[in-house]
């Protein structure tokens, strides 16, 4: 568990340099405000990987990182799983700022990682260069995609699945910044290969 009440880490924290990259794996976070605060003077990049971290907890973190550039979110189930997360007005509020840096973002690894999540979180970043989906579920086949948006008109993104549809809308909203995006060990096809052609993206991975 990381956490303020915990001094050794407040100390290893403090004594050490100033780090710019910070990976936190399988970890529980218990009242932070403290750590982040420090480490926010100087955190770049931040990783969170399998850690257990719920919507408010993971918007009071960010709130307070204030020179962040680069973020990975990979296999953080309870996050995305009830597929709610910056749902709240005032969560997206508290992360403006931050999220606004921000030009790396890797979501890899999500398996509950949603359309309306993707578009609520990247409509918040205005200067992403880096897009990292690999691993996640994507649908490409047209018939489940129909199945979840029959009509185009004014089309609300879906809270229970990811589609390769949004994911180019996305792409085009950010197309004056997006030069890389990586959709390896995903089910990408032919197809979907032709629609990113046109796209104008320096690097592909797939």
Known sequence: CFSDVSPSVIDDIR?????????????TFGPIKKIMSHIGNTAEEIVFDNVDV????????????????????????????SGSFLDNTDDRLSLRLSFARIQHLSLKDNQYLSDAILLRITEMMHSINTLD??????????????????????????????????????????????????LSNTLIGAPSLIALSDLGLSIIHI
């Not at 993971?58 to 996050?79: D, E, G, H, Q, V």
């Open 15 to 27: 004594i050490n340099r100033p780090f710019r990259n910070y990976y936190f794996e399988e970890v």
């Open 54 to 81: 719920g919507d408010k907890q993971f918007c009071a973190i960010m709130s307070l990182l204030s020179k962040i550039r680069s973020i990975t979110i990979t296999r953080c189930s309870p996050l995305f799983m």
């Open 133 to 182: 989906l690999s691993g996640c579920h994507i649908a490409y086949h047209n018939a489940i995609q129909r199945r979840f948006y029959p009509n185009d008109v004014d089309v609300a993104p879906s809270e229970s699945i990811l589609t390769f549809k949004f994911i180019i809308r996305i792409i085009k909203m950010h197309h004056q910044n997006l030069r890389s995006l990586n």
